[in-house]
């Protein structure tokens, strides 16, 4: 039921102003990831002042409607999906797992020199390649996530013969090269959107970014040895992480 003219003149304005925001939102009015009016233009559309606009903002960054790009401005928050921090699967396997259509656009997919931090990482020697992968993945066509992975060259000769549109890379590894994954260590921090990797993602330049690096161990043949580093980039607005801990 409606509220009467009085009964709204008792509730808080910073209430009706976040109220009124929500509203844009569900008519999309203001759309995902979209930033909203200026302080100074919501403070002259609703005829209230800076103070009630900044508590009407806070209260909604806080109830997760809205998020704050530093010199930006506040944005509307997208529909989020979780993702286990822990587990290794392929994106490809994270996206069906909830429930969604997979895709993968291969961006590039060649054989190049391995660089001194690759070198480091996969422990190999100067002078020797690796495969280089870049895709992007969608989830019901949206793009979710910016990846490029480095293989040694030796270890999967060959692999660059495939066609990574259409086939998982860690299918590919197990079945043709009898490869096991054993585990990954990975780092997670904040980035912020820029250059091609804002293009593929379609956010704007400036939007937050969870960025992963991550080195992946695997028995080859019987050796265990690094057989995977990767870069990727999340959209902060459409994936959560969390790490599933169980005590000793």
């Known amino acids: 039921m409606a509220m009467t003219g009085s009964q709204q003149a008792r509730l808080p304005k910073y209430y009706l102003l976040e109220q009124a925001i929500i509203e844009k939102i569900n008519s999309r009015e203001y759309r995902e990831n979209e930033p909203i009016p200026s302080e100074r233009e919501l403070v002259e559309s609703f005829g209230v002042s800076r103070i009630t606009v900044r508590r ?4 909604l960054v806080r109830d997760g409607h809205l998020y704050k790009v530093q010199g930006k401005g506040t944005f509307v928050k997208g529909e989020e999906y979780p993702q286990d ?3 290794i699967v392929s994106c490809t396997q994270d996206i069906e797992n909830l429930g969604m259509t997979p895709r993968r656009k291969v961006i590039s997919a060649d054989v190049i020199p391995a660089t001194e931090e690759l070198m480091s990482h996969l422990e190999l020697s100067r002078g020797e ?4 992968l870049e895709r992007v993945y969608y989830a ?3 793009p979710i996530n910016h990846t490029v992975c480095y293989l040694p060259y030796k270890l999967f000769f060959g692999i660059d013969l495939f066609d990574f549109s259409q086939e998982s890379l860690y299918e590919i590894l197990k079945k043709e090269y009898h490869t096991s994954l054993q585990n990954a260590t990975r780092t997670v921090e904040a980035a912020l959107a820029k250059g091609k990797t804002a293009d593929y993602l379609q956010v704007k330049p400036g939007i937050p970014l969870l960025h992963f690096t991550c080195v992946t161990q695997g028995e080859v043949r019987g050796r265990k040895q690094p057989v995977e580093y990767f870069n ?10 969390y790490i599933n801990q169980v005590t000793g």
């Open 232 to 241: 990727c980039w999340y959209r902060s607005d459409k994936f959560k992480f």
């Open 85 to 87: 921090l822990i587990s």
């Open 56 to 59: 009407a903002i806070d209260e």
């Open 140 to 142: 019901d066509d949206t």
């Open 129 to 132: 390649n690796v495969f280089r």
